[in-house]
């Protein structure tokens, strides 16, 4: 299997950003697309962006739009999530994930990070 380790949650004000970045094994010879999902206190699991790491436009959910960016790293082997304007809404334990098929629902997954605590106060 793919392992993944999440990097990069913390404790930030509202407003601030924060970057998360994950790291997998076996990058780019198994796994073909990639994508971040984040889990809130008392709410279900939901996909925020996904990419294909063979090139191809990324895809967000309407609460990572405008304000959150995926990007791949090649080099690093990492996949990052660039998030701005952060409020505490956005509180939650995020989580990347290899998908197959390439789409952001919980179906898809086929492993999961063990997840990074974003934590954003007003």
């Known amino acids: 299997d793919v392992q993944l380790v999440e990097s990069g949650g913390g404790s930030v004000q509202a407003g601030e950003s924060l970057r998360l970045s994950c790291e997998a094994s076996?990058?780019?010879?198994?796994?073909?697309?990639m994508g971040w999902f984040r889990q809130a206190p008392g709410k279900d699991r939901e996909g925020l962006a996904r990419i294909s790491l063979g090139g191809g436009r990324p895809y967000y959910a309407n609460a990572a739009k405008d304000r959150f960016t995926i990007s791949q790293d090649n080099a690093k082997h990492t996949l990052d999530l660039q998030m701005s304007s952060l409020t505490p809404e956005d509180t939650a334990v995020y989580y990347c994930?290899?998908?197959?098929?390439?789409?952001?629902?919980?179906?898809?997954?086929?492993?999961w990070g063990q997840g990074t605590q974003v934590t954003v106060s007003s």
């Open positions: 994930a290899v998908l197959n098929p390439c789409s952001l629902s919980l179906a898809s997954v086929t492993q």
């Open positions: 076996d990058y780019t010879t198994t796994v073909g697309c």
